[in-house]
C-alpha cells in the first residue's frame, strides 16, 4: 500500500515539474505546413466547391480535411519526439499537451456534425465557430508553450468574431475566412515557435 501511494506521489509531482516546463513537442516545419495546406485548400475550394451553401457536405470534407491532416502530421510529430526521448518529463508533458488541446477538437467535431446535420442553414457559421473553439485549445495550452503563443490564440479570437460579423450573405463560407484564420494563424504560431524556441536552441530537426 505505501508502495502504491509513493508511486502515486512520484507521479503527481512529475506532472506538477512537466507543467512548469516549456512543451517543445510542436515544430515550426509542421505547424507552418499546415498554414500552407490551409491556404491551398482555400485557393482549391472555388473548383472543389462551386457553391458551398447548397453542397455543404464538399465544403465541411474539404475542410475537416484539411484539419484532420494536420491533427495527424502535428500528433505523429509530437509522438515520435515523445518516444525518443524516453519516459520522464518530455513524455509526461506530452501527455499533458494533448489532454489540453484535443477537448477543443472533439468539441468543435461535434458542433460541426449538429449543424451539418441539424440546422444547415447556419452553416456560414462554421468558419467563426473553428476559429473560437481553436482558440480555447491554444489558451488552454498556453502555459506550457512560449507567452508569445497567446498572440496566436488571440488572432484566432479576432478572425472568429470576423467571420461572425462579416461572414454571411454573399461572403458566406468564403474560402478566405478560413485561408486567414487558419493559414494565418498556424503562420503566425510558426513563426512564434520558430523565433522563440528553435532559433534559440538550435533544434530544429
Known amino acids: ?19 512548469g516546463e516549456v512543451f517543445r513537442g510542436y515544430r515550426s516545419l509542421t505547424v507552418g505546413g499546415s498554414g500552407v495546406l490551409a491556404l491551398l485548400a482555400a485557393g482549391y475550394q472555388a473548383s472543389f466547391v462551386t457553391s458551398p451553401e447548397t453542397d455543404l457536405l464538399r465544403y465541411v470534407v474539404l475542410w475537416v480535411g484539411v484539419a484532420a491532416v494536420s491533427l495527424l502530421a502535428a500528433g505523429a510529430e509530437v509522438g515520435w519526439r515523445a518516444r525518443i526521448a524516453g519516459p520522464g518529463l518530455a513524455r509526461e508533458a506530452t501527455l499533458l499537451a494533448a489532454e489540453r488541446f484535443l477537448p477543443c477538437v472533439v468539441v468543435g467535431s461535434l458542433l460541426t456534425l449538429f449543424i451539418y446535420r441539424g440546422a444547415p442553414e447556419a452553416a456560414w457559421m462554421l468558419p467563426g465557430t473553428w476559429s473560437l473553439v481553436f482558440s480555447l485549445g491554444i489558451f488552454a495550452s498556453y502555459r506550457m508553450l512560449p507567452r508569445q503563443v497567446s498572440w496566436v490564440g488571440l488572432y484566432y479570437v479576432a478572425c472568429g468574431v470576423a467571420c461572425m460579423l462579416w461572414g454571411q450573405g454573399a461572403n458566406a463560407l468564403s474560402p478566405w475566412q478560413m485561408g486567414i484564420s487558419f493559414g494565418g494563424g498556424q503562420l503566425l504560431g510558426a513563426a512564434i515557435l520558430y523565433w522563440t524556441l528553435e532559433r534559440t536552441d538550435g533544434s530544429q530537426a
Open 1 to 19: 500500500m505505501e508502495t502504491r501511494e509513493a508511486l502515486r506521489q512520484i507521479s503527481q509531482i512529475r506532472q506538477q515539474m512537466a507543467q
